[in-house]
């Protein structure tokens, strides 16, 4: 068998087709008497496929087709006599009907059986009797193909082979591999038949391999359907791909419900139906002239419509998406001719020449045509041409069958669509693959077209793929599903399968992509913090100037016990009150500093990044630049403060001493400052000129008010400021931001003219010329132009510098020095490096090596002061209390458990100063209280105050002793009584001083009362009872109250001679109990003869208690704040004292008086001796001061 090539070619394609003329000419019309008679005979099939096949429903199109080619102008003289017989597609029938025909009637031409078996034989026979035979129907199988077999057969049908070439092409395209055959059952196996010729097209086709894995019928009953679902479910569990051979109308609907019920309408399945029958999508309508509701493009009714709906019709038309429909192309070009095909055929089968009289053929008036009947009218309007143009040309091989064959092999446009009869008298197949659009229309999706001479082209009706798969999404269904036929089979999905390494790389590459974007937004927001941090370094808020204070007036510090009144003057501090040159003075954070005002303008970033760049210049000889204020109505440069001013100040005010070297010293560092500036990204001061040259606190010279741009160029100069400028700035060829290196070197030319000649800039105050005069002249230039006079009064200084100066100001500004040269050659006229504080401070020296000595020698004297300040203030308080208040702390009252107060008075005191002047007294009880000093630091008592002659001593306090205070006391007390038996008085040598001593034991508290001329008091009933035992006592009697004398008897018993004084009253306390002592018991005490007082032993006594302090191992020291305190043992006796001679030289102690002896002292002076009293008290006032 010969294999039909396809050679597939992709273009466009176009659905419409155009009528195909073939070579047939009309006649003219003949007289029905004289026209030919052809005689047709019809195998036709009575009952059997009566749908697609049946002659009640087809014969009607024999009459239309002869009224169409009459009406066309063709076989105008012919007429035609038709002859049916029925085989019923019986084999047998067929043989003896063609026989009939072929044999005994001899007709002109045959119109074989619709059916394959009988057709098979006529065929044959036509081969041997040389009739010309005509197939339509079913006669699809490729053995009608063979013209050597079949020489006299024409077939109107396409081969179904072609149909099965064509179909494993679409497998290829679509990567299809695995599908399914099916096909619907009938009594003539003419589905079978397509199926067989697709399989063998399978089988054959060499380039691409397909698997069939079910070839299966289905049935067309509707009691069948669990078979249908049985042939269903096999195949969904083996493939996708279901190619179905469905013919007629109601079976192909069944399908579509049938999928639908079994699921198999999802984006998974593809169903195609094959035909030859030019359909597609569509059926005949049952009953109508023409199609009237949701009609394809074709003229036909949908398949998935039947009226009236039985539920299904959206359902169908649901799964007919799923479809793809490989057929013979259903274009026809005459759409009303269609209809009126459609409409009268059923009809016209009881009209001549077919004039069928059956039952059948009367009944099929209203049915519509059969499913083939339109191949039946193009196979007979296919003879009629042929007859024609054989008449028109030959007439005599009208009996020629084989010249029939011949001329049938033409093209014109039939009811099956375009009709290509090929030289084997086949009809060349034009294939076309519908699918449903969006509209549920029908559209070609592509054309396969066989040509007369065995070629092929394949074009597609779509640029895009996925217009075809429109009702998948736009993807083309796989041959096996991706979970595969059951769905169990689901490979891993990338989550599935590299879910947790996907999430792990994921969160990894999220984290570190979110740490770089967090990176990324922390640098930016760093670098913006630090750019505002820095922007912030060199911006002051406004508020944060502030003005500085008034001059203060000398204050007084506050006094204190320390130091006595101090002043501050003036001259002493720094204060600011107005500005200097033409700088304002503020306070940033309580530091002063300079500023400069400008107006307030649009500042970029550039201006931002030349002020960060400013604030880092740092020389020893430029001032720094501390920021800007531009948060104000006008702009405020601040810069550090320099205390001695501007030059220009220094110099105006005419009243500084300027040597030479401080000439030198200045220039230098200027020089060294403009240096600087010209190696800074600066390269310019631009504004140099003395008021702008500041001399710190070392008499540096500091540039200032420099690199401030635009700021700098909105600020209008004074006129006065021109003197300083260069002639090319004077003139205006330059602007301020233009001005270049030479310019500043004129300026400091300028400068230092003002240095040399120690006056302001040209000497303006001694010139007539005014400032508008000297700018002309100055601006005018010239080989002799104006410069300032370089009068050096006196003054020797370097020639080469005055030389130096000149060539600075030079008119032309490339003859002018570089800043390098000029530091060069200033180095050369001083090699020796030095500054103005350095000479300063050699000037200085030799004045502060004097200083020096006498400093010494003052802090000598200083130091010996403060001691014998110390030992004064030692005497009047405690240590420990003149210690607090020396540091300015308060001294809380301190309380004692118990202490020994002492009160003694002079018995007599008022008769012995009447016999006295006061000096006399003064000296008197000067030295009585002397040696009475001495004897209380021999027992570790404390002397609170004395007055006049009353005299108060406590122990126990403000160092405790535990209970040896009444031992101190009573000691104390009988030294006291000794010493007065041996005092001579000198001016009164018969007279005796007597005591009256009063002793208590008891609490007390201790403190010091007041700021000015502090004392040190005792407060409590304890001072109170002491001071009335002294006062209720006898002359040279010691008197102690019963506490004193129990305390002493308990803890020193025996060692005194005591006796009760028996009931004594009291002022204040009633009747009380007191004692004397007498004396120490001499058994427990020892002689008495040692108990003697000696002055004499006070200095080797003193010498002693030092040697024991400085040969303590244990480093313990005489408690501070206290008298030298002796341990006293009341065993041993006290040491002997001796009386010593009245001291002629009296010292004075400064002493407070307490409440109590100012009370005693208003009970012993009476009126008489008031007078005499006050003399004393301010002779002793006068002699504390």
Not at 117 to 130: K, Q, V
Not at 418 to 439: C, D, G, Q, W
Not at 499 to 504: D, E, M, P, Q, R
Not at 604 to 618: H, Q, S
Request: aromatic share 8%.
């Amino acid at each position: 068998m010969e294999h039909l090539i396809f050679l597939l070619i992709f273009g466009g394609y176009s659905p419409s087709i155009a009528q195909i003329t073939s070579s047939t000419t009309t006649t003219t019309p003949v007289p029905a008497a004289n026209r030919r008679t052809i005689r047709v005979g019809v195998a036709a099939v009575q009952s059997t496929e009566l749908d697609s096949i049946g002659w009640p429903m087809s014969g009607g199109a024999i009459n239309l087709a002869i009224q169409k080619l009459r009406d066309d102008g063709f076989i105008a003289a012919f007429d035609f006599e038709i002859n049916v017989n029925y085989t019923e597609c019986d084999r047998s029938l067929g043989a003896a009907v063609g026989m009939e025909f072929m044999r005994t009637k001899k007709y002109d031409v045959v119109i074989g059986a619709p059916c394959q078996d009988p057709m098979e034989i006529m065929a044959t026979m036509a081969t041997y009797y040389t009739t010309p035979l005509l197939a339509w129907g079913l006669v699809t199988d490729s053995k009608f193909t063979d013209a050597e077999r079949y020489p006299y057969l024409t077939n109107i049908m396409a081969n179904s082979l072609s149909l099965g070439f064509s179909l494993v092409k679409l497998f290829e395209m679509m990567d299809w591999d695995r599908v399914a055959l099916l096909y619907e059952t009938s009594p003539q196996d003419y589905p079978l038949s397509i199926i067989n010729d697709v399989e063998t097209a399978i089988n054959e086709y060499e380039d691409y391999s397909v698997n069939v894995v079910v070839k299966q019928a289905v049935p067309s009953g509707d009691l069948n359907d669990a078979q249908y679902i049985s042939v269903l479910n096999r195949i969904k569990s083996r493939c996708r791909i279901v190619v179905a051979v469905i013919q007629t109308a109601t079976p192909r609907r069944k399908y579509l419900r049938m999928i639908t019920e079994q699921n198999m309408v999802s984006d998974e399945y593809v169903h195609i139906w094959l035909g030859l029958r030019s359909i597609g999508f569509g059926k005949q309508s049952a009953g109508l002239t023409k199609c009237e509701l949701n009609c394809l493009s074709s003229g036909l009714t949908p398949v998935w419509e039947v009226s009236p709906d039985d539920g299904w019709n959206e359902r169908a038309k649901l799964a007919a998406t799923r479809l793809l429909v490989m057929d013979l192309s259903t274009d026809v070009p005459d759409v009303n001719y269609l209809n009126t095909f459609t409409s009268q055929c059923g009809a016209q089968v009881v009209n001549p020449p077919v004039s069928c009289e059956t039952e059948q053929c009367k009944n099929a008036s209203t049915s519509p045509p059969s499913a083939f009947a339109r191949s039946l009218h193009d196979v007979f309007y296919l003879y009629g041409l042929a007859i024609t143009n054989i008449y028109n040309t030959n007439p005599v091989n009208l009996a020629n069958g084989q010249a029939i064959n011949d001329a049938m092999q033409l093209t014109f446009a039939g009811l099956t669509g375009e009709v290509s009869i090929n030289a084997n008298n086949t009809r060349v197949p034009k294939l076309m693959l519908y699918a449903l659009n969006e509209n549920y229309d029908q559209a070609s999706f592509m054309n396969l077209t066989y040509s007369l001479d065995g070629g092929a082209s394949v074009s597609l009706g779509y640029t895009n793929e996925a217009s075809l798969w429109f009702w998948y999404n736009g993807k083309r269904p796989l041959t096996i599903p991706i979970c595969g036929f059951l769905g169990t089979e689901c490979p891993q999905t990338f989550v599935d399968q590299y879910g947790a390494l996907v999430f792990s790389i994921g969160g990894v590459l999220a984290l570190a992509m979110l740490f770089l974007i967090t990176c990324f937004f922390y640098v930016l927001r760093q670098r913006k913090l630090e750019r505002d941090r820095i922007d912030a370094e060199w911006q002051i808020p406004l508020v944060k100037l502030q003005v500085p204070p008034k001059r203060e007036k000398e204050r007084m510090s506050k006094r204190s016990i320390q130091s006595g009144p101090s002043n501050i003057t003036d001259t002493s501090k720094m204060t600011f009150d107005n500005t200097f040159s033409n700088y304002s003075i503020f306070y940033l954070d309580k530091e002063p500093v300079l500023s400069t005002a400008h107006p307030a303008s649009n500042l970029d970033r550039t201006d931002y990044d030349t002020f960060v760049k400013l604030r880092k210049l740092d020389h020893d000889n430029i001032n720094k630049f501390v920021g800007l204020s531009i948060d104000g109505a006008e702009y405020l440069a601040v810069w550090k403060m320099c205390m001695r001013g501007s030059l220009q100040d220094i110099i105006g005010q005419g009243n500084f001493s300027i040597d030479p070297f401080f000439m030198f010293c200045v220039i230098r560092d200027m020089a060294e400052g403009l240096k600087y500036l010209h190696n800074s990204f600066l390269h310019v001061h631009a504004n140099l000129r003395s008021g702008t040259v500041l001399i710190n606190e070392s008499w540096q010279a500091k540039l200032t008010d420099f690199g401030l741009g635009n700021l700098a160029e909105e600020k209008k100069p004074m006129k006065r400021r021109q003197l300083w400028m260069a002639p090319e700035v004077i003139r205006g060829t330059l602007l301020p931001h233009q001005v270049e290196k030479p310019a500043d070197i004129y300026s400091l030319a300028i400068i230092a003219s003002e240095v040399l000649t120690r006056k302001e800039a040209w000497n303006m105050s001694e010139r007539k010329d005014t400032v508008d005069e000297i700018v002309y002249r100055i601006k005018k230039g010239g080989p002799n132009s104006i410069r300032p006079d370089l009068d050096m009064d006196g003054v020797e200084i370097n020639h080469s510098l005055l030389v130096l100066i000149r060539d600075c100001w030079s008119e032309d500004p490339t003859d002018r020095p570089s800043a390098d040269i000029i530091c060069n050659l200033l180095k050369n006229m001083m090699p020796k490096k030095g500054n103005l504080m350095d000479h300063v401070f050699n000037i200085l020296e030799d004045y502060t090596t004097n200083l020096e000595v006498e400093v010494e020698d003052r802090t000598k004297e200083l130091t010996a002061e403060k001691k014998k300040a110390d030992v004064l203030l030692g005497r009047m308080l405690p240590k420990q209390v003149a210690e607090r208040l020396k540091q300015g702390q308060t001294v809380e009252p301190e309380g004692f458990d118990s202490v020994t107060v002492f009160f003694s008075d002079v018995v007599k005191f008022t008769q012995l100063s009447q016999k006295c002047s006061p000096f006399q007294v003064v000296n008197l009880l000067n030295d009585l209280y002397s040696n009475f000093d001495a004897i209380i630091e021999e027992h570790g008592v404390y002397k609170v105050e004395s007055i006049g002659d009353g005299y108060l001593c406590v122990s126990g306090l403000p160092q405790r002793n535990g209970n040896a205070h009444i031992k101190c006391i009573v000691e104390l007390s009988l030294d006291f009584m000794a010493y007065c038996k041996a005092f001579k008085i000198p001016h009164l040598p018969r007279e005796k001083v007597e005591l009256r001593v009063g002793v208590n034991s008891g609490p007390c508290v201790a403190g010091v009362v007041g700021l000015s001329m502090p004392r040190y008091c005792l407060f409590g009933d304890t001072v109170n009872t002491a001071s009335r035992m002294e006062s209720n006592g006898k002359p040279s009697h010691i008197h102690l109250s019963a506490a004193a004398y129990t305390l002493l008897m308990k803890h020193y018993p025996n060692q005194y001679n005591t006796a009760s004084r028996g009931d004594v009253i009291i002022k204040g306390k009633g009747v009380m109990e007191t004692f004397w002592v007498f004396e120490r018991n001499n058994q427990f005490m020892g002689n008495s003869s040692n108990m003697a007082y000696n002055p004499e032993n006070k200095k080797k006594q003193k010498n002693d208690d030092e040697d024991v302090d400085d040969e303590s191992s244990d480093g313990s020291s005489r408690a501070p704040n206290t008298p030298p305190m002796h341990d006293v043992n009341a065993n041993s006796p006290p040491r002997q004292r001796k009386p010593g001679p009245p001291s002629s030289s009296p010292t004075f102690s400064k002493r407070s008086v307490s409440p109590i002896l100012e009370e005693k002292a208003r009970e012993i002076h009476n009126e008489e001796t008031e007078a005499l009293y006050r003399q004393f008290r301010r002779q002793e006032t006068l002699a504390l001061m």
